[in-house]
């Protein structure tokens, strides 16, 4: 799996205990290359970089040695494309909660598409309902008539430090055709 925006790490240790099966994690963030100016370019609302070796060590210690686990420093501007060529079409799950930025989330899945196998699954964190000018809605909005793809969404929730509502949604190829219980197809209710 791969893990775009790993922050502290506490989600990627959720994934390691809860995948029994998972035997490589590659998360990619900025660490501590973070700095202010990409925090407000990136609309990132309160997270505070954490430094690399600290995420390192602990989900090293979450794996016991039982999962690959590859951390990647930098932009995914830089770091994804070349990521992508090398390991194209090997991921089966693919989690989106990095950069904030229209610009970072269309390179991001750009990359994901290219990386995701043919029964790969993206999850998109942030995909705000009532903003357009940052997180996912613009490009799951324009994936929704994309007959390649497969949209679905999760239940939506409120964010209280923004004001926004705020859900989750999935991406596949459309020529699968699991279903995913609690969630519904947008594209059936437009």
Request: charged share 25%; proline share 2%.
């Amino acid at each position: 799996m791969i893990e775009v925006g790993v922050w502290r790490g506490d989600r990627a240790i959720q994934f390691l205990s809860l995948a029994r099966n998972l035997t490589w994690y590659a998360g990619f963030d900025l660490f501590e290359e973070m700095d202010s100016e990409t925090f407000a370019s990136e609309k990132m609302g309160a997270c505070h970089p954490q430094s690399y070796e600290h995420v390192k060590q602990r989900l090293d210690t979450a794996s016991n040695g039982n999962c690959r686990i590859d951390l990647v420093q930098g932009s995914t501007h830089s770091t994804l494309p070349a990521f992508a060529l090398k390991h194209a079409g090997t991921f089966d799950f693919i989690y989106l909660d990095g950069g904030h930025s229209l610009e970072t989330i269309a390179n991001d899945w750009n990359c994901s598409k290219q990386l995701m196998s043919d029964k790969g699954l993206v999850v998109f964190d942030d995909y705000y309902l009532n903003d357009t000018t940052r997180g996912a809605k613009p490009l799951i909005d324009a994936l929704l008539s994309d007959k390649a793809y497969r949209v679905r969404f999760f239940p939506v929730v409120e964010d209280i430090i923004d004001d926004l509502q705020i859900t989750m949604v999935t991406v596949s190829r459309a020529s699968e055709n699991r279903n995913y219980s609690g969630q519904r197809e947008k594209s059936a209710s437009r």
